[in-house]
């Protein structure tokens, strides 16, 4: 029998706040797995923990108690130099807002983590082409984000979240401003990614009509995990 190696997977993850004496358990003891190429979303009503969730697979946050397990290493364990390694080497971020820088060009912006990352240029320029034929963008490299349409935006920010040829890209809401054609696209092509790429996908959403093209779907309530129906059905075409 062969073993799919998890690539990420947590353990009984909790995570509390306090404020002043009240305790707000936003996250309780959630267990999930996520496999090589495997598209996951996460639905849940607002405050129900998906950005904590998101936050604390990132190792941008803490957990109060459990663990996140990437690459069958704990996490919380490692240097603060070592998860700030592996988040800019394993882990690619897309955000509801997009967050491009509004002077770069999207072929700058594409390119801006290989240049954080001491690439050398003509290696940046072939990756950075290769990212926005991917998202289907080639013919908009020289626009500014403000010459692009909302959908056209979260594009190039997703060309900037697979640049450095990542395992996992992290999305809170990556489909909230949009409407629901550029929403069905976007999701479409991380479903393309994961197909053709084997890249994994863990992206938060609020529009169910999207989670017919997730492998999984996970739910939260109250900061819970329950699996939904489908969840167990790889999907492929
Ligand atoms: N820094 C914080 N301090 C205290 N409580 C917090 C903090 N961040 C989040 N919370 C609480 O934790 C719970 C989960 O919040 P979270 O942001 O993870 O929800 P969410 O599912 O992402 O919601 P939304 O769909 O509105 O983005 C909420 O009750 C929220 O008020
Ligand atoms: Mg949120």
Do not use: W
Not at 33 to 59: D, E, Y
Not at 71 to 100: H, I, N, W
């Amino acid at each position: 029998m062969t073993r799919v190696q998890r690539l990420l997977a947590t353990v009984d993850l909790t995570r509390s706040y306090r404020l002043g004496s009240q305790e707000i358990t936003a996250l309780r003891q959630v267990n999930m797995n996520v496999l090589p190429g495997q598209f996951i979303a996460v639905v849940g009503r607002s405050g129900s923990g998906k950005t904590t969730l998101l936050n604390l697979l990132a190792g941008l946050d803490k957990p109060s108690s459990g663990q996140v397990i990437l690459e069958e290493k704990d996490v919380a364990a490692m240097s603060e130099d070592a998860r700030t390694r592996l988040r800019r080497t394993k882990l690619g971020f897309v955000f509801q807002s997009f967050g491009l820088l509004p002077l770069l060009s999207a072929f700058e912006n594409v390119e801006l983590p290989l240049r954080i990352a001491g690439v050398k240029p003509k290696e940046r320029e072939q990756r950075a082409k290769d990212a926005l034929q991917m998202v289907g963008l080639t013919r908009r490299s020289h626009h500014r984000p403000y010459e692009l349409s909302g959908g056209e935006q979260q594009r190039i920010a997703i060309a900037r979240a697979i640049v450095h040829h990542p395992s996992l890209i992290l999305a809170d809401e990556p489909t909230g401003e949009l409407d629901s054609v550029n929403a069905r696209s976007i999701f479409g092509l991380f479903k393309e990614m994961v197909r053709n790429q084997g890249i994994s996908v863990v992206a938060a959403t609020h529009d169910s009509t999207l989670l017919a093209m997730a492998d999984q779907v996970l739910e939260l309530h109250d900061g819970k995990l329950s699996t939904r129906e489908r969840e167990s059905h790889r999907y492929r075409d």
